[in-house]
């Protein structure tokens, strides 16, 4: 019998490697997607695409929310799943601060819903939280296990109130429940409003018409950057588990946001000259002295997480996982997947 896996957030970057690398176990996939006025789904359609001539379907989508728990119960019943991931989240941090009552209740009283349902079930449900390392927030680096969490947004703490009901309901009712605290991971795929796409976006554009000026806000802020095709397989060997348990996922690298700009300028030969300090910093095309890069007040944060670095020495020794794509390739592989893009587009 083929596993089945359902997945919330199966629109994302994770959903789409996660449900790639589950076709190689053998799994049937279930996603559940919201309902939006926007038909075309990059990821999804190229699935779609391969899948649809296939004898047997092993890939289906549903409309659902981690908002509507009577939906989400009716989908879990029906589908029978062996396995849920929750990816869903509203996960971008700077929003979390303009909707922090719909970010609390999809981060946090989401995953309640699930487990509540997880808990009535008669069939045994193996559970994935996806957490994440913003729920350390001001803890001092690196960040393991057993860091003190001291989240600083609206996300961080909707996420904390999640991974704490996920212990509560694997201690109280024996539920085969784990979170992945996952480090910042990013891909070609991941969304434009995240930083790391900002830049590989703007760089690709650049490249192509040597104008635009890239407005950016903290500059300084260290982060463990690893590769979203990497952590679909530690959240898949963390449900393998025989005994549910919390793991740190990144790679045990930093760097700041003004090192990946300049990896990213690297790709396509420009170096990156800085001058000024603070809200007056500028970033000049060293090839012709052009201001290419601002700092730009609206985008810092209400409450800065200065510096996020993952201890994964657990994940090491009890998953047998570690990352295996560099921070350089990762940078590398999204601005040409993203200048590549343009090109189509130009065409």
């Avoid at 979390?96 to 699930?114: C, H, K, M, Q, W």
């Amino acid at each position: 019998m083929k596993k089945i896996a359902l997945i919330t957030g199966i629109t994302g970057q994770d959903g789409y490697y996660l449900t790639k690398f589950l076709f190689k176990k053998n799994y049937i996939v279930h996603g559940i997607k919201r309902r939006s006025s926007t038909v075309k789904n990059i990821r999804l359609d190229e699935i779609f695409e391969k899948e649809k001539n296939k004898k047997k379907q092993r890939f289906f989508l549903h409309y659902g929310d981690m908002t509507d728990g009577l939906n989400l119960n009716y989908l879990i019943k029906k589908i029978q799943p062996d396995e849920i991931y929750n990816l869903a989240a509203q996960s971008h941090v700077q929003v979390s601060f303009e909707l922090p009552e719909y970010t609390s209740n999809a981060d946090g009283l989401g995953v309640l819903r699930i487990l509540e349902i997880i808990k009535e079930s008669k069939k045994k449900i193996k559970f994935y939280q996806a957490s994440t390392s913003e729920m350390f927030g001001g803890s001092l680096p690196p960040q393991n296990e057993n860091t003190k969490f001291e989240p600083k947004s609206p996300y961080g703490i909707a996420k904390l109130y999640a991974y704490w009901m996920v212990r509560c309901y694997r201690d109280s009712y024996k539920i085969h429940a784990s979170n992945g605290i996952l480090f910042n991971h990013e891909s070609p795929l991941r969304g434009e409003s995240f930083i790391t796409k900002k830049v590989s976006l703007f760089v690709a554009n650049y490249f192509k018409s040597k104008s635009g000026v890239l407005k950016i806000g903290n500059l300084d802020a260290i982060r463990d950057w690893g590769h979203a095709k990497d952590y679909v397989i530690a959240m898949w060997k963390i449900m393998q588990q025989k005994k549910s348990d919390d793991f740190v996922i990144g790679t045990q690298t930093s760097f700041t946001v003004r090192n990946f700009i300049e990896e990213a300028f690297k790709i396509i030969n420009i170096k990156i000259i800085w001058k000024g300090k603070g809200i007056n910093e500028t970033g000049l095309d060293s090839n012709n002295n052009k201001k290419i890069i601002i700092v730009d007040k609206k985008y810092f944060r209400p409450n800065e997480v200065n510096s996020l670095i993952a201890n994964i020495t657990k994940a090491k020794k009890v998953l047998n996982w570690k990352p295996k794509i560099s921070y350089k390739k990762l940078v590398k592989e999204m601005v040409l997947s993203d200048i590549k893009d343009i090109k189509k587009i130009k065409k």
